[in-house]
C-alpha cells in the first residue's frame, strides 16, 4: 500500500496507511457544547510511517492551488502537529471506522484502538481560502501490536479471576 491524493471536484481526497488512533473519544462520540448544545466530533492520528504521510499531505495542499493558504501546516489551528510526543494530526469530523472496504462492516467504538488503518481525509478550501480537513473513513488493515498490557497491573487468584493491585510507586516497572 502506498499513500496517495486524488483531485476532486471541490478539494483533494487523501489516502493515508499505517494510521492509529491517539485521541479518539470524540471522533466517535461527540463533544456537546454545554452552551450552545452543539455536536462537534474531533481528534488525533498518528502515523508509523510520518514521512511519507507529511509528503503526501503536502502534495494535497498543493494540488489545491496555489491561492489556498496552507492552514494544514501552519496557522492558528495547526491540523499537522510534530511536538515532543511525536508527528500527529488532528482531524474535525466524525471518522466512521469500518473492518472492510466495501464499509460494510464496522468497528466497534471500544475497540477503534486495536486496528491499524488506512485513513481517507478530505481537504477542501473554505470561503477565506483556507484549508478545511475532515476525516472522511478509515479502514482497518490490520490488529495493533502496541496495544497496553493491562496484565502488568494485575495478578491471578485461585479461582482464575483476574483482581487489581494495589500499586505504589516502586513497583512500577517504568
Known amino acids: 500500500m502506498a ?3 486524488i483531485k476532486m471536484d471541490r478539494g483533494v481526497a487523501v489516502r493515508l ?9 470524540h471522533l466517535v462520540s461527540p463533544y456537546v457544547d454545554a452552551n450552545t448544545g ?3 466530533y ?3 492520528v498518528k502515523f508509523l510511517q510520518p514521512k511519507e504521510a507529511k509528503k503526501t499531505m503536502q502534495e494535497a495542499v498543493k494540488m489545491l492551488g496555489s491561492e489556498v493558504q496552507d ?3 501552519s496557522g492558528q489551528y495547526p491540523k499537522w502537529v510534530e511536538d515532543n510526543y511525536g508527528t500527529s494530526m488532528n482531524i474535525s469530523g466524525r471518522l466512521k471506522f469500518y473492518t472492510d472496504t466495501s464499509c460494510t462492516k464496522t468497528v466497534p467504538d471500544l475497540d477503534i484502538r486495536d486496528y491499524i488503518y488506512s485513513l481517507e481525509v478530505h481537504l477542501t478550501p473554505t470561503k477565506d481560502n483556507q484549508i478545511f480537513l475532515r476525516g472522511a473513513r478509515a479502514i482497518a488493515v490490520r490488529k495493533s501490536e502496541g496495544r497496553y498490557n493491562d496484565e502488568l497491573f494485575e495478578e491471578e487468584t485461585k479461582d482464575g479471576n483476574l483482581t487489581p493491585i494495589d500499586i505504589v510507586d516502586d513497583d512500577l516497572p517504568f
Open 38 to 40: 452543539a455536536e462537534r
Open 3 to 5: 499513500n496517495k491524493a
Open 17 to 25: 496507511d499505517e494510521v492509529y488512533t491517539t485521541n479518539e473519544k
Open 42 to 44: 474531533f481528534g488525533s
Open 71 to 73: 492552514t494544514v501546516f
